[in-house]
């Protein structure tokens, strides 16, 4: 376009000059300037271009400073992305020296180093240098926006694998108070509360993260199950049975309901004498839905009628024939009741059915009460051989059934 403006203007140039000499007169107060028109003509354009030129190179002295920058990005771009990839791979390959160099170099050249620096923490952690970590931490921390909670909780991560968990969990906290609606913090807390079995603070919590937009609710309910069974059992282990009557009551009903928490609570009765209660609550729930769980600890409980829980479980046993836990339940229900034959019957019918060094045992103990010791040594020594056996691929033994 300025070799086409310039053709045009040495055109109409050529074209005023062949006209003839006209006469300009310019008058400015006391001034009087007179020249040919034709110079006068040439004189405008040329001045014109020049002030043209002089325009343009002003806009692109100004331009110089802005394209410079848009370059300078450009390029730091380039560099960043080079190194950010770079200590990516060399951290999935386990380099991690040249990770951390990867990453601390590529921070020099990104406007948001944050990944840099968690990246090149991560990196000197695996190399055993905590004071290195914590440097890159603290440039990780003075680069966050604030407004989110990464650079915390990429430094809780490594706290925990160092078992740094008071560290942790006071870090935890803050950020809790900070980010409320951050769901991915109460995650790692509900797992450092689960950790240290502070089950009253894992059930607080749940009932926080209950209130948060796309929880995994099932993942919830999980975890509230698993933490009124660490209630029921530090109930039952402090040795006081109405501590454990008050934790189960404490429990919501909806969960009271729960197989899971029923086992838990069994569980924990019997450690403690009468505990009739937990013959009852077994027979209820095993009138409705079978629980192989439940059948087993029946066999230990102790009911108001031990002959009423015999006939129960007889009574399950023709709706379930040849069940191996129920036959070794109703065998130690016929010892409870000192039917020492009908034990032996129905122990020995499960031993056909499934041998265990469980079933070994109670058989072995059995026979030692009736006075056969050589056959009871002889099922001693099986469970014993059962229990040590390696298992072979599939579950399966190599000890096959007594003979």
């Given amino acids: 376009m300025t070799i086409l403006g310039g053709l045009f203007l040495a ?35 040329v001045l014109f271009v020049l002030l043209y030129l002089t325009i343009r190179l002003l806009v692109r002295l100004v331009r110089i ?12 771009m380039v560099r960043s992305d080079h190194y950010l990839a ?34 090149a923490a991560r990196a000197a952690q695996r190399q055993g240098d905590l004071e290195a970590r914590d440097d890159y931490l603290r440039l990780a921390h003075k680069h966050s926006s604030g407004k989110s909670p990464a650079a915390g909780i990429a430094q809780v991560e490594l706290l925990l694998e160092q078992k740094q968990t008071e560290q942790a969990l006071a870090i935890l906290k803050d950020l809790a108070k900070r980010f409320p609606r951050q769901a991915e913090v109460k995650y790692m807390l509900l797992d450092i509360y689960t950790r240290l079995e502070d089950w009253h603070a894992v059930i607080e919590l749940l009932d926080e993260l209950k209130s948060i937009k796309n ?25 006081d049975d109405v501590q454990l009557a008050r934790t189960w009551i404490s429990i919501p009903k909806k969960f009271r309901r729960e197989l899971y928490l029923i086992q838990a609570y069994v569980l ?15 027979r209820n729930v095993l009138k409705k839905e079978w629980d192989e769980t439940l059948v ?27 069940d191996p836990v129920l036959l070794m339940t109703l065998g130690r229900l016929c010892l409870q009741n000192k ?21 070994y045992r109670e058989l072995a103990a059995l026979l030692e009460r009736l006075g056969e010791t050589e056959r009871a040594a002889k099922y001693y020594q099986q469970g014993l051989r059962l229990a040590t056996e390696p298992e072979l691929p599939g579950g399966k033994r190599r000890l096959g059934r007594s003979e």
């Fill in 339 to 359: 039917l020492w034959g009908k034990a032996r019957a129905y122990l020995e019918e499960c031993l056909s059915v499934k041998p265990s060094p469980e079933l």
């Fill in 215 to 239: 929880v995994d609710n099932d993942r919830v309910r999980g975890q509230q199950l698993q933490a009124y069974a660490g209630l029921l059992q530090q109930a039952g282990n402090s040795g």
């Fill in 296 to 322: 087993r600890l029946y066999g230990f409980v102790r009911g108001h009628d031990p002959v009423q829980q015999l006939d129960f479980a007889e009574e399950l046993l023709r709706r379930r024939p040849h």
């Fill in 11 to 45: 055109v109409l140039v050529g074209v005023f000059a062949t006209q003839g000499d006209g006469v300009m007169v310019l008058t400015f107060g006391d001034w009087t300037i007179q020249t040919s028109t034709n110079f006068f003509i040439v004189a405008i354009l």
């Fill in 65 to 76: 400073p802005r394209q410079y920058r848009s370059y300078r990005d450009r390029r730091n």
């Fill in 268 to 282: 924990q009765r019997i450690r403690f004498p009468d505990h009739f209660d937990a013959e009852i609550q077994i």
């Fill in 86 to 119: 770079n200590g990516m791979m060399a951290m999935i390959e386990g380099d991690w020296r040249s990770a951390e160099r990867s990453f601390s170099r590529g921070s020099r050249f990104t406007r948001a180093p944050l990944l840099n620096y968690i990246g």
